[in-house]
C-alpha cells in the first residue's frame, strides 16, 4: 500500500509535465516539419504512454481500484515510456 500511495503522487506530480511535453512537442513539430501531428512513431508512443497514465489516474480516482490493478495500469504506462526510449 505504500509502494501504490508512492506510485500514486509520482503520477499527480509527473502526469501534468509529460503533458506539457506532449503539447510542446506538437508545437515544435509545425514549426519544424509544418504539422503538429505527422503519426511518428516517437510521437504516438508518447501519446499513447500519456494516455495509458491518464487512464490509470482516473481509475484510481473515480472507480477506486488500488494496489493490483493500479499497478498493473501503472506498468503498462511504464513499459510504453521505456518503449519509447
Do not use: C
Not at 504516438?44 to 477506486?64: D, E, K, M, N, Q
Request: no cysteine.
Amino acid at each position: 500500500q505504500t509502494l501504490d500511495r508512492i506510485a500514486y503522487r509520482t503520477t499527480i506530480f509527473a502526469f501534468p509535465i509529460f503533458g506539457f511535453g506532449v503539447i510542446f512537442g506538437a508545437i515544435w513539430a509545425e514549426e519544424a516539419w509544418g504539422r503538429y501531428w505527422g503519426w511518428d512513431p516517437k510521437g504516438t508512443v508518447s501519446f499513447i504512454a500519456w494516455v495509458i497514465y491518464a487512464a490509470y489516474l482516473h481509475a484510481r480516482s473515480t472507480a477506486g481500484w488500488r494496489d493490483k490493478k493500479a499497478a498493473w495500469i501503472n506498468v503498462a504506462g511504464f513499459v510504453a515510456m521505456v518503449f519509447n526510449l
